[in-house]
């Protein structure tokens, strides 16, 4: 392939630590989508924040100078009220928990919104508001426990912003979790809900997923069976990449969108370890070594983690050389 990219038909993008951090847009992703777009590769923005509806949030990325329509935004509020849609009869009092975004998914698919477990609604749905707080989580506790159903639209336990990293609803959901003794059911990414709504929504066959977190990116688009790229631009580290479970490992480790348009390097097995580029890391004995090239360079972190992910032992009974993960 001439670059990274041709391979697909579409690119489905995380959005938060992939497209942008709270207000300001990551190097080169602005760039580097319309450039795909040039190219003719369908975009989708599959974001797990459920806290604003699709046009609030085509209408950040175009202020970023992306050419986004609501259409191309593929949230966890719809594939969460689709589940729901399933569940309950149609104009059903549902209790919502989270922003603007999931209210209106729920009123637009025909159901009453509640705020109240006194209204006695039949399900509770939840999702992340930064607004959210101990009122709302303990009315959707008291539905839940008198027999409401309860899905959530995602399970991340953070969000990036400039500041730093936040907690996100997964730390929410936790807290009804806590009440409850129960879990609910979730929409969005890893699980498969969210991905069928995009493949059915952007009408695309073959799609790379791009994701700054292999707990939901990553792992979703393996589950769902389809490549998956993790950028190294938002939550994921090079000890959480070394230390992957098989069901998150990313097809491609990029630094930042712009090599979508550069060749991948393809590794080398060596005698005993793997070689990307000028970097080659081995594995002598429980020790995995760097043997030639930079530590902090992409391709030592690509190598190490070939070498890892191949070996028969666990990582836990590796001496993994500190220089790849700081």
């Known amino acids: 392939m001439a670059n990274l990219v041709e391979g697909y038909d579409s690119l489905l993008l995380d959005l938060d630590g992939v497209v942008y951090l709270g207000s300001k847009a990551v190097d080169h992703a602005v760039e580097s989508i319309n450039l795909a777009q040039r190219q003719g590769v369908k975009i ?39 589940m729901l849609a399933t569940r ?73 912003r400039e500041d730093g990293i936040a907690p996100g609803n997964g730390t929410l959901v936790s807290a009804v979790h806590t009440a409850v003794g129960i879990l609910p059911d979730f929409a969005g990414k890893p699980f498969r809900p969210i991905f069928e709504s995009a493949i059915e929504q952007l009408g695309v066959k073959k799609p790379l997923m791009i994701g700054d977190r292999i707990d939901t990116d990553i792992k979703g688009g393996v589950g769902f069976g389809i490549d998956t790229a993790c950028v190294m631009t938002g939550i994921a580290t090079r000890k959480e990449l070394l230390a992957a479970k098989p069901d998150e490992r990313p097809t491609y480790i990029l630094g930042d969108l712009k090599e979508l348009f550069q060749d991948y390097p393809k590794p080398k097995i060596t005698r005993s370890g793997v070689k990307f580029g000028r970097e080659e890391v081995q594995l002598i004995g429980t020790k995995v070594l760097l043997v030639s090239g930079d530590p902090r360079s992409l391709n030592a972190l690509r190598a190490a983690c070939q070498v890892i992910w191949n070996s028969p032992i666990p990582i836990y009974g590796l001496d993994v050389e500190a220089a790849l993960y700081e």
């Not at 950040?60 to 050419?67: C, I, P, T």
């Not at 707080?133 to 309860?150: D, F, H, K, P, V």
């Open 88 to 160: 309950i009869p149609a104009g059903s009092k549902v209790l919502v928990v989270g922003g603007e975004g999931l209210i209106f998914e729920v009123r637009e698919a025909g159901f009453t919104v509640v705020d109240s477990a006194s209204e006695l609604p039949v399900a509770v749905i939840q999702g992340f508001s930064p607004e959210v707080g101990w009122r709302q989580l303990a009315e959707a506790s008291y539905a839940i426990q008198r027999g409401a159903i309860w899905i959530a639209t995602n399970q991340d336990w953070t969000i990036p």
């Open 44 to 82: 989708g923005y599959v974001t797990n924040n459920a806290s604003r509806r699709p046009e609030a949030i085509a209408q950040q990325l175009q202020g970023f100078g992306l050419s986004a329509l609501p259409n191309d935004v593929v949230g966890s509020a719809r594939a969460a009220v689709k």
